[in-house]
């Protein structure tokens, strides 16, 4: 995997051009004697969020609450800010990502609550922001058709060709993944292409999921993928875009409040094997694993991969192979009963019963096998089999011509 580093001046400089800014949204208002001037936000990504109030009063303003939540988070963030009682003040609030930081590519609700010496009281209307990665210029491409698909990519780390490269990956990832999970398209799907691990990862780092080179964020429709602009990134494209996509549909084919109970053996197992260039080490390692009597147990899958990256790369081989093996057997039909027992709330193990109809040691057992070697002549008759048919077929055909020839039975 390719790694490129950005110089760090060159970024100090775009954050300045670029910070994210959302206005108060009209002129001033006024509840009981309190009036906003005026409200704004600004931020650099991934460091610091700045808000910003003006606001006037009759009587002095005692006390700012600053209230703020991402989209896809339940929590609301409350915050005193400091300011001198006076019947003018600025309160200046700044949110430090580092240590608490909000999800990029969320748009982010705020409001202020203020009060005076008089009593007065005043909620402004929330306002709204996006919390780009605005450390960058990006481009965009959308479908002309499906404008609700938009790939975007590092101004400079990609031409025209690139982002439509990339846009083609997306549009059939959608399709073919579709096929199988019947899921409804999410209503915005956004893919963002970073030039380098390096820089994705300085994005991701808050979720603790970085090292996998790309990350989904299924309740936003956001993806995002490190492909640098160099030769073979319409492989990489291939490999990396469809295994993200595959995390929005599943997401959106549980319904938000069923995807906590999808394992991760299913989730991550159908991204992996919708992978349309699949990685290479993920067959070596699953048969060194068998041979060496190291493979996982299922069980170990259902919960969130362990970060020792070469027990997760067996975890997401292992996966990948499992939901083959399910399509094998149970057809897309299987899949999609899976994830409607998970959707309703089945445990791990249940969930399987459920939708399959076999217990989860028995899928277990059943996919083990599946992956041992068969005997020689086992291997051979099924290598030969149409020519082994096309024999037997002409023997068929032989035996009653060669009984026609049979002189007749005397008496006959
Ligand atoms: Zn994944």
Known sequence: MSRRFRAAAALCIALLVLSGTALWPGTARATEGIT??????????????????????????????????ATGEAQTKVRPVAISSAPRVSAVYRADMRYDPLPPF??????????????????????????????????????PVRKEVTVYWIEGHGDLSFGQAAL???????????????????????????????????????????????????????????????EGYALRMKRDIPHELTHLLVYQAVTPEGYEYVPEWLDEGLATANELVPRTEYASMLEDARKNGYLLPLENLCVPFPPDPTTALLSYAQSGSVV????????????????????????????????????????????????????????????AGVWLGLWLLSILVAVPMLGGRRPARPGR
């Open 324 to 383: 083959q093996f399910i399509r094998r057997e149970y057809g897309a039909v299987g899949i999609r009963n899976l994830l409607a027992a998970y959707r309703d709330g089945a445990g791990c193990r249940a969930g399987v019963a459920e939708a399959l109809k076999i217990s989860f040691n028995q899928l277990e057992a059943a996919w083990r096998a599946s992956l041992e070697p068969k005997a020689p002549w086992r291997a051979m008759i099924e290598q």
């Open 106 to 143: 969320a748009t982010v609700m705020f409001w202020w609550e203020i009060e005076d010496a008089a009593g007065n009281r005043l909620t402004t209307p929330p306002q709204q922001f996006k919390y780009m990665d605005n450390r960058f210029r990006w481009e965009q491409l959308s479908d």
């Open 168 to 230: 083609d990956v997306v549009m059939l990832g959608l399709d073919r993944i579709n096929a199988e999970l019947r899921a409804p398209l999410p209503e915005v799907v956004e893919v963002y292409v970073y030039d380098s691990e390096h820089n994705l990862n300085a994005a991701l780092i808050l979720s603790g999921r970085g090292w996998i080179g790309a990350q989904a964020r299924p309740e936003l429709g956001v993806i995002a993928v490190a492909i640098p602009f160099e």
């Open 36 to 69: 906003v001037e005026s409200s704004t936000v600004s931020y650099s990504f991934a460091q610091e969020v700045t808000f910003e109030l003006q606001a006037a009063s009759g009587a002095d303003i005692t006390s700012v609450h600053l209230s703020f939540r």
